[in-house]
C-alpha cells in the first residue's frame, strides 16, 4: 500500500554536532543594558576587522547568537581569539568568558571560563575551554558571551574579531545546517502487507500492515549556502546520514489559504545522486532519499503573502510579488539572518552578496536591515520567494 504526495519545497539539514561559532563584530543584533551586542553566528561575516579596546576593568564586549535551539547538551567548548595589551604585564591581565542565556529581560548566567592570562604586549592568538552543561532554553532564549578584562588597571586591552583576526568558538550547540533545497520532489510511504487470510475470511483475502518503508525523490535540486556537487558526494561515500524535512502545502486541493503546511521531518540515506548542466544554465542535482527509521510530521501555521515556517526551529520562507520597478524588497522577519536562497519569476539566483552592490541577475542581502536589493528592477507581477535562517 503505498500513497504520494506532492509537496512544495524540500530542504536538507547536515546535522553538525559541534558547530563553530564566529564572532561578526560588525554586525549588532540587540543592546542589553545598554551595550550592543554582535553576533555570534555560524558563518563569518568576513568584514573588515572590528575590533574592541577597553581600559580598566569591566565588560570588554558581548556578543548573542543568531539562531535558536531548545537544547544545549553537555560538552568542551574551546574559544580562539586574538587579544593584545598595553603598557606591561605587571599586574598580571587578564580576560574570561562569561556565557548566560538571554529570554529578552533577562541574563542568567551558565559559567565562566577560567582566566586567560596576557603573555605578551602584542597582538596573540588566545585558546581557552569550557565545560558546557547541559542547558534547556525557550524558544525566544539566546545564548549570550561576553569578554571581560580583569586586572587591567590603566592599560588597554583589545579584542580583535573579523578580518585577518576572527574569533571563533567550536561549541556543541546542535545545528542542522540547510545545504539543499527542491521545489519538484515526492514522498513516498510503503506499508508491507502481511496476508491473515482464514477460514473465516468469507472468500476474501484478509492483509495486516507490516513494516513501513518511505523514500524521498527531487527533481532540479539546488545547493544552498556554497555547499557543492562534492560535499553530497562525500555525505553518500562516507555513509553519512541526512536529515530531510519535506514541507507539504495542505491547500494545493483546497484554495482557501488556511489549512497551513506540514511538515515531514526524518533521517535519511542518499542513495542515489546525479547531477545536470545545461549550457550556460545553473547547475542542479536530483537524488533519491531512502528513509532510516520514522519520521515525524508538525503542523505549521502560514500568514498569506508573509511568512511560512518550514521547520520548528529557525528556517523561514517569505514571499513577494512586485507591482514593478522595485530594486529593493524588504523582509522585517528576516533581519538577523542569512538569506539562503532566493528565486524570482521560479528561477533561482546563483549569487546571494551580503554588501556591495548586485550585478547581473546577483542579489545583495543586508542581515541588518532585512533589505533584498536587485541588480535588476523587478517586474510587475513578478514572483519572489526567498528563503533565510
Same mark, same amino acid.
Given at each position: 500500500m503505498?500513497?504520494?504526495i ?11 554536532p559541534?558547530?563553530t561559532f564566529y564572532?561578526n ?5 540587540t543592546?542589553i ?6 553576533q ?8 573588515v576587522a ?19 535551539t ?12 586574538f ?10 591581565p587578564?580576560?574570561?568568558?562569561h ?8 541574563l542568567?548566567?551558565?559559567?565562566t ?9 602584542g %597582538?596573540? &592568538? ?5 565545560? $558546557?552543561p /547541559?542547558?534547556?532554553? =525557550?524558544?525566544?532564549?539566546? +545564548? #549570550? ?9 590603566s592599560?588597554?586591552m583589545?579584542?580583535?574579531?573579523q ?6 568558538t567550536?561549541?556543541t550547540?546542535p545545528?542542522?545546517i ?10 513516498e510511504?510503503s506499508?508491507d502487507?502481511k496476508?491473515v487470510?482464514s477460514?473465516s475470511?468469507?472468500?476474501f ?7 513501513a518503508?518511505?523514500t524521498i525523490?527531487?527533481?532540479?535540486? %539546488?545547493? &544552498? ?5 562534492? $560535499?553530497l /558526494?562525500?555525505?553518500? =561515500?562516507?555513509?553519512?546520514? +541526512? #536529515? ?11 484554495g482557501?489559504g488556511?489549512?497551513?503546511?506540514s ?5 535519511a540515506n ?12 545553473a ?19 502560514v ?7 518550514i ?6 520562507m ?8 522595485e530594486t529593493?524588497?524588504?523582509?522585517g ?8 536562497? #532566493?528565486?524570482r519569476?521560479?528561477?533561482?539566483v ?5 554588501s ?9 542581502f ?24
Open positions: 503505498a500513497s504520494v506532492n509537496g512544495t519545497n524540500i530542504v536538507l539539514y547536515y546535522t553538525n559541534n558547530p564572532f563584530g560588525s554586525t549588532s543584533i543592546t543594558g545598554g551595550l550592543s551586542y554582535k555570534f553566528g555560524l558563518l563569518d561575516s568576513n568584514g572590528t575590533n574592541f579596546n577597553k581600559t580598566a576593568d569591566g565588560i570588554v564586549c558581548g556578543f548573542i547568537t543568531d539562531v535558536a531548545l537544547s544545549i547538551p553537555a560538552g568542551t567548548w574551546t574559544f580562539n581569539a587579544a593584545s595589551i598595553t603598557g606591561d604585564l605587571i599586574s598580571a587578564r580576560f574570561y568568558y556565557i548566560y542565556k538571554y529570554n529578552g529581560t533577562t542568567t548566567s551558565i559559567g571560563t577560567g582566566s586567560i592570562f596576557f603573555t605578551q604586549l %597582538i596573540k &592568538l588566545y585558546t581557552q575551554t569550557f565545560a $558546557f /547541559a542547558t534547556n532554553l =525557550l524558544a525566544n532564549e539566546r +545564548i #549570550v558571551i561576553q569578554v571581560v578584562a580583569s586586572e587591567i588597571t592599560k588597554t583589545t579584542f580583535y574579531t578580518g585577518s583576526n576572527d574569533a571563533l567550536i561549541t550547540i545545528i542542522s540547510p545545504f539543499g533545497a527542491a521545489t519538484n520532489c515526492s514522498f510511504v506499508v502487507q496476508e487470510t477460514q475470511s468469507a472468500w483475502k484478509e492483509f495486516k500492515n507490516d513494516v518503508s518511505w525523490n527531487a527533481d532540479g535540486f %539546488i545547493a &544552498l549556502n556554497d555547499y557543492s556537487y562534492l $560535499f /558526494a562525500n555525505l553518500q =561515500l562516507t555513509r553519512q546520514p +541526512i #536529515v530531510v524535512k519535506f514541507q507539504v502545502d495542505n491547500d494545493n486541493g483546497d482557501t488556511t489549512l497551513g503546511y511538515v515531514f521531518t526524518g533521517s542518499l542513495s542515489s545522486l546525479s547531477l545536470s548542466a545545461g549550457v550556460e544554465a547547475s542542479t542535482y536530483s537524488v533519491s532519499l531512502q528513509g532510516s527509521g520514522a519520521y515525524n510530521i508538525t503542523g505549521t501555521q500568514t498569506p503573502g508573509g511568512a511560512v515556517v521547520e520548528t526551529s529557525n528556517v523561514m517569505y514571499q513577494y510579488t512586485a507591482t514593478g520597478g529593493t524588497v524588504t523582509f522577519g528576516a533581519i538577523g539572518r542569512v538569506c539562503l536562497s #532566493v528565486t519569476g521560479g528561477l533561482e546563483r549569487t546571494i552578496q551580503s556591495g552592490a548586485p550585478t547581473g541577475e546577483n542579489v545583495t543586508n542581515s541588518s536591515t532585512g533589505v533584498l536589493t536587485f541588480a535588476r528592477a523587478l517586474e510587475a507581477d513578478e514572483f519572489i520567494r526567498a528563503i533565510f535562517k
